[in-house]
């Protein structure tokens, strides 16, 4: 078996680190909302200051930790926060995530605006629109084509991408890092676009890692200046630029439009040629070439909403695959027992001569554990992507304005010694386990769930299986020959956070 060591995991992002921790919801606005008209208390929360309420109180970084230490400190599993007048709802346990967001979801579905990222180009992001007739045209777009059934069609594509990924780790061990981000980027455009990214010299990487970083730069979704008074998106440039978040727009917009159309044009370009492979985007196209003449041109796509349907996949769905693969990494080495334990396990299955195949799945029951494990243990969207209410709601006697997701992951009630990694923990107690359930909200609530959940779990199940097959995963030694134990931190952004 070969080794590669954990050298620094520089930069795991996610957009999963949003769920795992709690699930936000934001009122619709405080205009529409006031509180104060409400017949109903709020939940509780930390006292805020004049004008600009809790926003001062709310870590840059790990803001889904602290949403924890409130819940303990006021003794409830949902607060309140007050951001710059912006009523805020706090939901740190499961319960409350799925009376809302799921059995409420009609309400509970709409998105605040996110003035930074629309100005960066990602207004046509299906993350980020709110709920109406195109979301809920692409919503079931997303469902015909990435449903647990449609996704077994990328299974070949995503076994290929991950034996090229364990060659390049044999190569290059100390590049592990970027052979798993490049493993994300490929099955990401193979679904997307049928686009086979070659190597990191490929344009199509570079235009993909452009746009991470970019995402990951950008500082705290929602609390930036722009996002905070959006009409400076509308000034003129050289006034805009004196204000950082707008010149970070200004300057990183091409980049994004840019990843936008040329996959798109590719694609485009394949299909009037006739050589076109199957492909998310593809298959929409198919769709609106097939539509009869009678029928309703709005159930169709427009090129925007189709470069934006699959801009939105690779962007969603790259950073949370590759934050999922790098956490497994760093998991592996905080809990050596558990990596050997499976690789036995692996080895019973291939007899140590082969690596593992989708077919392998129902007996290698033990990576599912160790992805459903991952996901707990560090969800890559730990605080949730916001839900936005249409309507002022009443739960549990309180008026509920709006919500966040990882305290869930971690709550002590549900999982015995959350912050430890172990997949044992899913056995049933009758074959040696914990008994614990299976986690929900990794992926989301409601009519936001991740529509990519499927082929987001495949493809890190293929990774992690084929990586324990192949490595043995290490920490890196100091001089004098001593562990160097990773440290996980978190950056802001919507999904990301970082080991050193
Ligand atoms: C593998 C790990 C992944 C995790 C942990 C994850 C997690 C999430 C979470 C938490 C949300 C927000 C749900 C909500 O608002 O309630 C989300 C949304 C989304 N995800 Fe994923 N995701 C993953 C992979 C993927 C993949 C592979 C794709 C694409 C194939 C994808 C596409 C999307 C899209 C398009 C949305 C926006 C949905 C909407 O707003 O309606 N995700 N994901």
Not at 100 to 128: C, H, Q, T
Not at 218 to 236: E, I, S, Y
Not at 312 to 329: N, R
Not at 353 to 376: C, G, H, I, N, Q
């Amino acid at each position: 078996m070969e080794t590669f060591s954990e050298v620094f995991l520089n930069r795991v992002s996610s957009w999963g680190l949003a769920i795992l921790g709690a699930v936000v919801i934001i009122l619709a606005s405080w205009l529409y909302y006031p509180g104060s008209r409400s017949a109903y208390p709020l939940p509780p929360g930390p006292k805020g200051s004049f004008i600009i309420g809790n926003i001062l109180q709310v870590p840059l970084e790990r803001s889904d930790a602290q949403f924890a230490e409130w819940a303990r400190e006021y003794n409830s599993d949902i607060i309140y926060l007050n951001l710059l007048g912006q009523p805020v709802i706090v939901l740190n346990s499961l319960k409350p995530a799925v009376d809302l967001l799921d059995k409420r979801g009609v309400i509970y579905s709409d998105r605040p605006p996110f003035p930074l990222l629309e100005a960066l180009g990602f207004r046509s992001n299906v993350a980020l629109i709110g709920d109406g007739t195109q979301y809920r045209k692409i919503r079931k777009a997303y469902g015909n084509f990435l449903s647990a059934s449609s996704s077994l069609a990328y299974r070949d594509m995503q076994l290929r991408h991950a034996h090229t990924m364990a060659s390049e780790i044999a190569t290059s061990p100390e590049k592990w890092q970027s052979c798993l981000s490049q493993f994300a980027t490929r099955v990401l455009f193979g679904l997307a676009f049928a686009i086979d990214v070659v190597d990191e010299n490929d344009p199509y990487f570079k235009l993909a890692n452009e746009m991470g970083w970019v995402l990951s730069n950008m500082g705290n979704p929602g609390f930036t200046v722009l996002d905070l008074a959006p009409w400076l998106g509308n000034v003129p440039r050289w006034i805009g630029n004196l204000i950082p978040s707008v010149k970070y727009a200004n300057d990183h917009n091409p980049v994004i439009e840019e990843f936008h159309q040329r996959p798109f044009d590719a694609v485009m370009q394949g299909h009037k040629a006739g050589i076109m492979k199957p492909s998310f985007l593809g298959r929409l196209l198919e769709a609106r070439e097939a539509r009869r003449e009678d029928e309703d041109v709005t159930k169709f796509f427009t090129d925007t909403e189709i470069r934006g349907a699959g801009g939105s996949l690779y962007s969603a769905g790259q950073d949370t695959t590759y934050s999922t693969e790098t956490i497994f990494v760093m998991a592996m080495v905080l809990a050596p027992d558990v990596q050997k334990r499976a690789q036995k396990e692996i080895d019973m299955i291939t007899g140590g001569t082969r690596l593992p195949s989708f077919d392998d799945w129902k007996a290698l029951s033990v990576v599912e554990r160790m992805v459903y494990e991952t996901l707990r243990f560090h969800p890559a969207v730990s605080s949730g992507i916001p839900h936005r209410t249409l309507k002022e709601d009443v739960y549990r006697g309180m008026c509920i304005p709006k919500a966040n997701a990882w305290a869930m992951l971690h709550d002590p009630n549900v999982y015995k010694d959350p912050f430890t990694f172990n997949p044992e923990r899913f056995l049933p107690v009758s074959e040696g386990g914990g008994g614990e359930p299976i986690p929900i909200g990794q992926f989301g609530f409601g009519r936001r769930v991740c529509p990519g959940q499927y082929f987001g779990f495949s493809s890190v199940w293929i990774a992690i299986a084929t990586i324990l097959a192949k490595f043995d995963i290490v920490p890196v030694k100091d001089k004098d020959g001593r562990d160097i134990m990773p440290k996980l931190e978190f950056t802001s952004g919507i999904t990301r956070y970082d080991f050193a």
